[in-house]
């Protein structure tokens, strides 16, 4: 055990040094720090995971207000205990945070048992902390849907571990957002043995039914007396206590004063049953080695981030790139066999956190490092469709809800498919797309499209159709393109031309005589009647339940036009002006915000114009100064993921235009890529020559052959080969001439 601190303790504080010889021996997984990201409002879950685990367990914390962070951590305040369910990355109000263990010695005192920590340790697959107050050393591991605890207790002083059912994440948030306690049980099996259940409502996607979170614990030592509490009254030897909505209920085990003790805990959670829970911690967690499930999760880790192999990099770059990589696979969760809803043979994911994060640079990079897992998570979103008859735009503990702008499973789904991935029922997904797209729903706060009627008489989404009508047009009509392409790969020329006809939409909220900045003509929501919003300027935004844009700006969302940037160049006035309309978006203050993903493509829209070499100086900018190590190493939200991606795809010199088979060619950070890709294929991405200064692609190659043209197709990186960038302090004429392809090249 000694060794074991001794190695995580390196780990945790980056002997940067590593990272050549870390790479070299394939364990990419000790490059990374779960503590990258996790204060400054990226809100990463630092706890132990597996790639895509569905127990996180990790600890939780209350700010002096009472209210807990949305990851359970934060940099300075007392821990409560240990919670067994995070999300990772997120805003808003919390989500999970469910079976608090607590390990504290001298009497039990459930209602107060926080601590002060020292002594924070983290890595791949490991987490360790001193609770000062008690002098307890707690370390633990993680398996898919089950965990390890070891807890050293000081001599002296009787040992206990609570097991607080009563306890959620609360956020605080005053828009309805907070979760709360539904009901709870719990029990004592036997002086070594505890179960329980945990039943929420509410939360970020202001569930209005419960999700339930069973557990079964055991330790390797037995108590020697136990007792439960609800609400404040403790009641020593009582073995079950059932509590009501909204009260702290648990449970506590008691081990004798004697010299300093270890204590073993495994613990299993389940969204089925008891016994499930009980069953998923045998499964994975026969024994009560710590070493061995920590050496088996950062297997687990070093198997997914050897996807990409980089070489003549920092060691700073080394941390923040394969932190990047395992960042973007937390979530969603692969809950499948625990779908309390229904049964299926299908793959279940849950903690889509939301699509509208995750479609723009998530799912591409695992389509591209992680295709078996991609298309999981697709069929995982049809079988959703099917089971509960809407795609997600988000999804959490069960249930559909949040929807933040258009219904872009599309995107996922028509990525997915112009991408090759094989093993998917494709009619069953263009029917799940159509079904968005004609179908008005209930309440457009959960699922599918709000101001749909509007949408389909005048050809936008009015202020009185809907909240946010100038973003949700603009999505709506990038999601349709996507439905247009999946049709047309599928034969149904009738539907292809109906949402390729409608992928044009956006320029219905083109205000051509609006003016900022020295630039005219701007997306603009409109009333019903076609009167523009008044009064009103291209820089009135919302975050929600607002008249303009959800994240962003009318400068922001005029730019978003994945399906058609030539289109949108036009519109402009040509790529000279678009060229100096895209350098005053991002140098005026507040018009661009990186922390916001409607902004992901934009850096990468001059090489439409003919520019790219604006696209490798602008990508260089943005990461230098906003990305990096430590603690606030993200810009904001991680958004499960999706930041980090954004990252991880510019550090490699690619980037993908979601929802099509294109991949726009920016400018490396690493002298060598290697894409370890599907069927044994290798993909790598060298940039000759490049500097601190020389941060421009002058000239390419693929395969040998001269590469005239700023993007890649899908299919030329999947068989596998070698793109050659050479590297400049001057931009050449490179890349000037044929764009990526647009809707205007469509027939």
């Known amino acids: ?122 890595s791949a697959g490991y987490y360790a902390v001193t609770l000062a107050r008690y002098r307890v050393r707690a370390e633990i591991s993680a398996a898919r849907r089950s965990a390890i605890y070891v807890f050293h207790f000081p001599a002296g002083k009787p040992a206990n571990l609570l097991f607080n059912v009563g306890h959620c994440l609360v956020s605080g948030v005053a828009t309805g957002e907070n979760q709360s306690i539904s009901g709870s049980r719990i029990k004592v099996l036997s002086p070594t043995q505890m179960e329980g259940s945990t039943s929420v409502t509410g939360g970020w996607n202001k569930q209005p039914n419960s999700y339930t979170v069973y ?22 030897d009582a073995k079950e206590a059932v509590g009501p909505a909204k009260t702290s209920n648990g449970a506590w085990l008691q081990f004798a004063a004697a010299g300093a003790r270890t204590v073993r805990m495994k613990i299993g959670i389940s969204f089925l049953s008891v016994e499930q829970a009980r069953r998923n911690v045998a499964a994975e967690i026969p024994g009560f080695d710590l070493e061995k499930v920590h050496a088996a999760a950062v297997a687990a880790w070093n198997q997914a981030l050897s996807k990409v192999d980089i070489a003549g990099e920092t060691p700073e770059q080394a941390q923040a790139f394969y ?17 309390p809803l229904w049964q299926s043979s299908e793959p279940y994911y849950d903690d889509y956190y939301a699509i509208w994060d995750i479609f723009r640079s998530s799912a591409p990079l695992l389509t591209l490092i992680a295709p078996q897992r991609e298309t999981d998570i697709v069929r995982s979103l049809i079988n959703i469709y099917e089971h509960d008859g809407w795609l997600p735009d988000a999804r959490s503990g069960n249930y ?23 093993g998917i029922d494709w009619k069953q997904a263009l029917a799940a797309e159509i079904h968005d797209a004609e179908v008005p729903p209930s309440d457009h706060f959960k699922e599918g499209r709000g101001g749909l009627e509007d949408w389909h008489k005048l050809g936008y989404a009015s202020l009185e159709g809907t909240d946010r009508p100038g973003s949700v047009s603009m999505e709506y009509a990038a999601d349709d393109f996507e ?80 399906q058609n940037g030539a289109g949108l160049i036009a519109k ?38 003919g520019r790219p070499d604006k696209t490798d100086a602008r990508v260089r900018q943005i990461i230098a100064a906003h990305f990096g190590t430590g603690l606030k190493g993200l810009p904001g939200n991680d958004d499960s993921g999706a930041m980090s991606s954004w990252y991880a795809f510019g550090q490699m010199g690619i980037f993908p235009n979601a929802g099509q088979p294109v991949y726009l060619i920016g400018s490396p950070a690493f002298p060598r890529t290697t894409l370890h890709l599907a069927g044994g294929k290798n993909f790598t991405i060298e940039a000759r020559n490049l500097s601190a200064a020389n941060i421009y692609v002058v000239a390419a190659t693929l395969n040998g ?13 999947t068989a596998g080969g070698t793109l050659v960038l050479t590297m400049d302090s001057r931009p050449a004429h490179w890349g000037e001439r044929n764009p990526p392809p647009s809707t205007a090249a469509l027939p």
């Not at 960042?327 to 779908?339: F, I, S, V």
């Not at 219905?508 to 009103?536: K, M, Y």
């Not at 005053?584 to 018009?591: G, H, I, L, Q």
């Open 1 to 122: 055990m000694k060794n074991l601190l001794r190695a995580v303790a390196a780990v945790a504080v980056l002997a940067l040094p590593w990272g050549a010889s870390a790479l070299a021996q394939n364990q990419p997984a000790r490059l990374v720090d779960p503590f990258l990201g996790a204060a400054g409002g990226g809100n990463v879950f630092p706890g132990p995971v597996v790639p895509f685990g569905m127990i996180k367990p990790g600890p939780d914390m209350a700010r002096p207000n009472g209210f807990n962070p949305n990851a359970g951590w934060d940099t300075t305040d007392a821990i409560l205990g240990f919670s067994q369910t995070h999300v990772s990355g997120t805003g808003g109000g919390d989500k999970y945070g469910n079976v608090l263990v607590t390990p504290t010695s001298g009497a039990p005192s459930p209602l107060d048992s926080s601590s002060a920590r020292t002594d924070e340790k983290a």
């Open 215 to 236: 557990f079964y614990a055991v330790t390797d030592s037995p108590a020697q007396t136990w007792g439960t509490w609800t609400g404040s009254e403790l009641d020593e």
């Open 323 to 339: 932190t990047a990589l395992y960042h973007a696979m937390l979530m969603p969760t692969d809950r499948t066999g625990e779908n």
């Open 400 to 422: 559909n809800g949040r929807t933040q702008g258009g219904s872009n499973a599309e995107f996922m789904l028509t990525d997915a498919y112009v991408k090759g991935l094989k």
């Open 483 to 562: 439905i247009a392409l999946l049709a047309k790969g599928l034969g149904d020329t009738a539907a292809y031309r109906t949402y390729l006809a409608r992928s044009g939409n956006w320029q219905n909220l083109w205000d051509a005589d609006l003016s900022d900045g020295g630039f005219t003509g701007f997306i603009r929501p409109r009333h019903r009647d076609g009167s523009w919003l008044t009064p009103f300027t291209a820089m009135d935004s919302c975050s929600w339940n607002g008249k303009t844009f959800y994240e962003g700006n009318s400068w922001t969302y005029s730019f978003f036009v994945p």
């Open 572 to 609: 402009m006035g040509g790529p000279a002006t678009f060229v100096k309309r895209l350098d005053a978006f991002f140098d005026v203050p507040r018009r661009y915000d990186v922390g916001d993903e409607p902004g992901f493509l934009t850096p990468y829209l001059y090489i439409w114009a």
């Open 705 to 717: 052959k001269p590469l005239d043209r700023a993007w890649l197709r899908h299919s030329e990186i």
